[in-house]
């Protein structure tokens, strides 16, 4: 599904040029031929799809997709049940069960689709290599996305793990929204604040809070 048929179009042709767009456009057109790029081209806008901007709660900030075969899905740390789950995303259900309760099911789709917009700050990946696609078109796009999230009168939580994602923080309002941030959930850096963090029993305090119904995280 291309960019235009989401929900987030309108807004985001406010942020973007038109040279931008018209990157972004041509960039797909391209890159599939090249090389292996994943996730699917038909699952690039993926998170846009399942989390609308009127639905959207929770925003957990990704870098890019994983690079091997059937890992990415188009929904950041998100892996299908029949692909085994990558050490980052063990990491999060581990903190998640530590906090909320034990998750069965790897695969996030469920989240996104009550409201938790999972976005990678890019979002296709050369396969085997991670960041291969950073600092390129996708950024202007996902700062955008960002942005409308956060000037959206709802209330809403951004959750930001590692220094990466932390770089987003100047582009969210936090004068009404609420940010939470910890180490990344890589086993290079979960043990140095991630695991205690409690992000999700935090998020969902501040949307009962704001009067807006918390995520199950267990679903």
């Known amino acids: 599904m291309p960019l235009s048929h989401t929900s987030w ?15 972004i456009r041509n960039f797909l057109e391209t890159a599939y031929q090249n090389e292996v790029v994943f996730p699917p081209k038909d699952k690039v806008f993926a ?13 957990i900030m990704g870098q890019d997709p994983y690079h091997e075969l059937g890992q ?11 692909v085994p789950a990558p050490p980052s995303l063990r990491n999060i259900l581990t903190e998640l069960a530590d906090d909320v309760g034990t998750r069965s099911s790897h695969d996030l789709t469920s989240w996104a689709t009550q409201g938790v917009l999972l976005l990678n700050a890019v979002l296709t990946v050369p396969e085997g290599h991670a960041n291969g696609h950073a600092k390129g078109v996708w950024e202007p796009l ?6 409308i999230a956060s000037e959206d009168h709802q209330p809403k939580v951004f959750i930001l793990w590692g220094k990466y994602a932390q770089s987003k923080r100047q582009l969210i309002d936090e004068t009404k929204n609420l940010v ?3 180490a990344h959930p890589s086993p290079l850096s979960a043990y140095r604040g991630f695991f205690g963090s409690r992000p999700f029993s935090r998020a969902n305090e501040f949307l009962i809070k704001n009067d807006r119904k918390p995520i199950k995280w267990l679903d």
Do not use: H, R
């Open 72 to 82: 990415a899905q188009g929904l950041s740390f998100s892996v299908p049940n029949d």
């Open 180 to 182: 939470i941030t910890s």
């Open 9 to 23: 179009a309108p807004d985001v042709k406010k942020k973007l040029t038109s040279d931008q767009i018209e990157t």
């Open 142 to 147: 996902t700062d955008a996305i960002i942005q």
């Open 47 to 59: 998170a846009l799809v399942a989390t609308t901007l009127q639905n959207t709660k929770v925003v």
